[in-house]
C-alpha cells in the first residue's frame, strides 16, 4: 500500500512533486521516490509490503520508455510474472509492480483486465507521451485527478490533499457534489467536493494524451449470466473460491493479521486464514464500554475456535480527541460515524502488523443489508396493485400519516406508505438517504439552492436504477451500490482509517471472481426470506459457531444521539452554527433540529453529524485554517 502522486505539464519541477508526495507521507512512511523528464513527473510514498529491498518506485520496463508508480497489490502477480518471463521479459525485481509495465509492453489498454488485486497506478510512455492510469474494479484504491488546474496540463494523486498543495490550484465547492453529499453522507464518484477535480471510476481507465483524454470501462458485474441451478454444487464452489481468494491475499514479508469484528464477515476471513496458514493467526478487534455497540463477545468465540493470537480494547470513544483525525484523513466531507471505531480499530491493529485481512464486500457482494430485504418486500407489495393506486392512495397515506419518530420502526408506515407509492430506485433513495427533497432544499441557503439550479440528488440516483431495470430487485440494488456506496462509502471509510495508520487493508470477498460467482446466483439464494447472505452463510457454516452465524446484524455503531447532547454541542455549535456558514446552509434550519434533538423528543443525529462534518471540513478546508473550528469549540467549552 502507498500514496502516488504525479503530472504533466513543460519543465516539473520536482519540488512541487515533493510536496505532493509529502503530502501522502502517512500512505508510505518506508520510502520516497520521483521520476521526471520534460513533460512528467511521476511521485511514490512507499509502504513496503512485498519485495522489501527491490520494489522502489517509480520503476520502469527493460529500456526504460515506461514508467509506473503504483498503489496496491496484485494477487496474481507470480502467475502473470512467470508468464511475462516465458515471453521473453527480463525482470529486475521480486515485486509486484513491475509486472504492470511488462504487461503494459504486451497488452497496452487491456492491462487491468488481467490483474486480481486491489489497485491505483499511472504508466507514463515516454514514447507516445501518453499517461495511462487504471483503478481496480471496485474501487478499493483511490484515485484523484484534474486538468482544470492553472499551469498543469494533468495531475493526479490518492488523496485530494495532494492536489490541494499545488500554488495553481483554486478550490471552488460544487454545489451538486454538497447536496449529494447532505443527501447520501458521502459524495459519490466520479465527482469530488471540488469543481475541476474528480474521481477516477472503479474499474475504469483513463489514457492522457495529445489527443485528449478516453476513459474506458474495463469491466462490470454481469447479473444476466445465465443462474446456477445446483445450491449443493454452487455452495461447495463458492466454498473453493473463498478459500482461493484469501490464500491469495496472505502474501506478505511483513506481519499480518485479521480484523475480528464477531460478525459473520470478518469471522469468515478469520476461518479461511487458520486453515491455510502455517502461523497462529493475528486477530484484532475494538469493543466498547456501552455493551448496546459492543460484539467482542462473538469475536472471543471465532479466536477461541481457531486459536488465534487475539487482542482486544475496549473503549469509551473520545469523540473530541478522533475528530481532528476524521477530518484531516478523510478529506472530503464524510459522514459515515462508523469511521470513529474503525480509526480507533486500525490504530490499534497497527501497532501489532502491517497488513490486515477484512471483511467489508460481503453483503454488497451476497445481499446482506437489511434495507435489501426491505426493497424486495416493498416490490412484492407494489406488484400487486396498479400504479394508479399505488400513487394516488399509499401516496395520500404517505403525506397524511403521522410521523411518529419516536415509537419503534415496527409501527412507523409513513416511510413504507411513500415508498410503496413510488418505483423501486425511488424508494431505495429514500432508505439511503438522510436529509432529502424538502429537508435538503430547507438546509441548504438560498445562494446554493439557486447555484444548484433545479439540481436533485433524488433524481441522480434514480437515474442509476433505470440503467438496471432489467434485473430482479435485489440485483438492481446490489448494482446500484456497488456503484455509489460500496466505492463511496465503505471503502473509503477503512482506506482513510487504515492508511491514517499506515496500515495495509485487504478484502478477499471483493476478489472479482467471487462477485462474478455471485452475479449467477439467483437472487432468492442470496436473500432467502429476511435471512441475507443465504447461501453465503452455508458455505461457511461448517467453519463457523451458529451464533456468530444466526444472530442480527449489528454493524460498527456509535451513540451519536447520546454525544449531540453531551461532548459534541461544543463542536457542533462552533463549527455548523458560526455565521460564515451562510453562504451553505440555512443556519436557522439547523438551529431548529438542534433544539428539537437537545428537547429529547426527536432524533436527529444523522442529519447533525452529516452537517457537523461539513463544518468541520468547511473550517479546515475551505478555510485553509485546520485549527480553526477547534479552537471554537474550545472557546466555546471554556464560555
Avoid at 559 to 565: D, G, K, M
Avoid at 587 to 605: M, N, T
Amino acid at each position: 500500500m502507498c500514496g502516488i502522486a504525479g503530472f504533466l505539464t513543460s519543465h516539473p519541477d520536482p519540488l512541487i512533486l515533493t510536496r505532493m508526495c509529502d503530502r501522502i507521507a502517512h500512505r508510505g512512511p518506508d520510502d520516497f521516490g520521483i521520476y521526471r523528464d520534460h513533460f512528467a513527473a511521476l511521485g511514490h510514498r512507499r509502504l513496503s509490503i512485498i519485495d522489501l529491498r527491490g520494489g522502489k518506485q517509480p520503476l520502469s520496463n527493460e529500456d526504460g520508455s515506461l514508467m509506473v508508480t503504483f498503489n496496491g497489490e496484485i494477487y496474481n502477480y507470480r502467475e502473470l510474472r512467470s508468464d511475462l518471463i516465458q515471453r521473453g521479459h527480463r525482470f529486475r525485481t521480486e515485486s509486484d509492480t513491475e509486472v504492470l509495465v511488462h504487461l503494459y509492453e504486451d497488452v497496452g489498454e487491456r492491462l487491468p483486465e488481467f490483474l486480481r488485486g486491489m489497485f491505483a497506478f499511472a504508466i507514463w510512455d515516454l514514447r507516445r507521451r501518453e499517461l495511462f492510469l487504471a483503478r481496480d474494479r471496485f474501487g478499493e484504491k483511490p484515485l484523484y485527478y484534474s486538468s482544470s488546474i492553472p499551469g498543469m496540463r494533468f495531475c493526479f494523486a490518492s488523496e485530494l490533499k495532494a492536489l490541494t498543495v499545488l500554488d495553481s490550484f483554486q478550490p471552488k465547492l460544487d454545489p451538486t457534489s454538497l447536496a449529494d453529499y447532505l443527501a447520501l453522507g458521502y459524495v459519490p464518484d466520479p465527482k469530488s467536493i471540488y469543481q475541476g477535480v474528480a474521481k477516477l471510476l472503479p474499474a475504469h481507465s483513463l489514457l492522457v494524451s495529445e489527443s485528449g483524454e478516453k476513459l474506458r470501462r474495463y469491466w462490470e458485474p454481469d447479473f444476466t449470466v445465465p443462474k446456477q441451478r445446483d445450491f449443493s454444487a454452487a455452495v461447495e464452489q463458492l466454498r473453493s473460491l473463498a478459500g482461493d481468494a484469501v490464500a491469495g491475499q496472505l502474501v506478505s514479508e511483513v506481519p499480518l493479521g485479521a480484523f475480528l469484528s464477531g460478525g459473520v464477515d470478518s469471522s469468515a476471513v478469520v476461518a479461511h486464514m487458520a486453515q491455510r496458514s502455517s502461523h497462529q493467526v493475528k486477530t484484532f478487534s475494538i469493543g466498547f464500554t456501552n455493551e448496546e455497540f459492543d460484539e467482542t463477545r462473538y469475536a472471543r468465540m471465532v479466536a477461541e475456535r481457531y486459536s488465534t493470537d487475539h487482542r482486544e480494547r475496549i473503549v469509551t470513544p473520545d469523540i473530541e480527541e478522533i475528530l481532528p483525525t476524521l477530518v484531516e484523513h478523510y478529506d472530503e466531507p464524510f459522514a459515515d460515524s462508523s469511521a470513529v471505531p474503525m480509526l480507533y480499530l486500525a490504530r490499534m491493529t497497527r501497532e501489532h502488523v502491517t497488513v490486515a485481512l477484512s471483511g467489508d464486500g460481503a453483503d454488497e457482494v451476497f445481499g446482506g443489508y437489511r434495507r435489501y430485504y426491505w426493497g424486495v418486500a416493498e416490490e412484492r407489495i407494489r406488484a400487486r396493485f396498479p400504479q394508479w393506486f399505488r400513487q394516488s392512495v399509499f401516496a395520500f397515506g404517505g403525506r397524511h400519516y403521522p410521523k411518529f419518530d419516536y415509537l419503534p420502526q415496527v409501527f412507523r408506515a409513513k416511510t413504507l406508505l411513500s415508498n410503496l407509492a413510488r418505483e423501486i430506485g425511488d424508494a431505495y433513495f429514500t432508505s439511503v438517504s438522510g436529509f432529502r427533497d424538502e429537508s435538503l432544499q430547507e438546509v441548504l441557503s438560498p445562494d446554493l439552492r439557486k447555484e444548484l439550479n433545479g439540481y436533485s440528488p433524488r433524481r441522480d440516483f434514480v437515474a442509476r436504477f433505470e440503467k438496471v431495470k432489467h434485473l430482479a430487485p435485489l440485483e438492481q440494488m446490489q448494482a446500484v451500490d456497488f456503484e455509489t456506496y460500496l466505492p463511496g462509502d465503505i471503502l473509503v471509510k477503512v482506506d482513510r482509517a487504515t492508511m491514517a495508520y499506515s496500515l495495509e487493508s485487504r478484502a478477499p470477498w471483493l476478489d472479482h471472481r467471487i462477485a462474478e460467482f455471485a452475479c449467477s446466483l439467483p437472487p432468492e439464494w442470496k436473500l432467502r426470506g429476511n435471512v441475507g447472505k443465504y447461501i453465503f452463510k452455508e458455505a461457511v457454516r461448517p467453519d463457523l459457531p451458529d451464533t456468530v452465524l444466526d444472530r442480527r446484524k449489528m454493524g460498527f455503531s456509535v451513540p451519536l444521539a447520546q454525544w449531540f447532547r453531551g461532548p459534541l454541542k461544543p463542536a457542533f455549535e462552533a463549527s455548523v452554527l458560526r455565521p460564515d456558514m451562510k453562504n451553505c446552509v440555512n443556519i436557522p434550519a439547523l438551529k431548529r433540529l438542534w433544539r428539537e434533538h437537545q428537547s429529547g423528543r426527536s432524533d436527529h443525529s444523522r442529519k447533525l453529524w452529516t452537517t457537523l462534518k461539513f463544518g468541520m471540513w468547511d473550517a479546515q478546508h475551505r478555510m485553509n485554517d485546520k485549527n480553526t473550528v477547534f479552537a471554537l469549540a474550545g472557546k466555546a467549552r471554556s464560555a
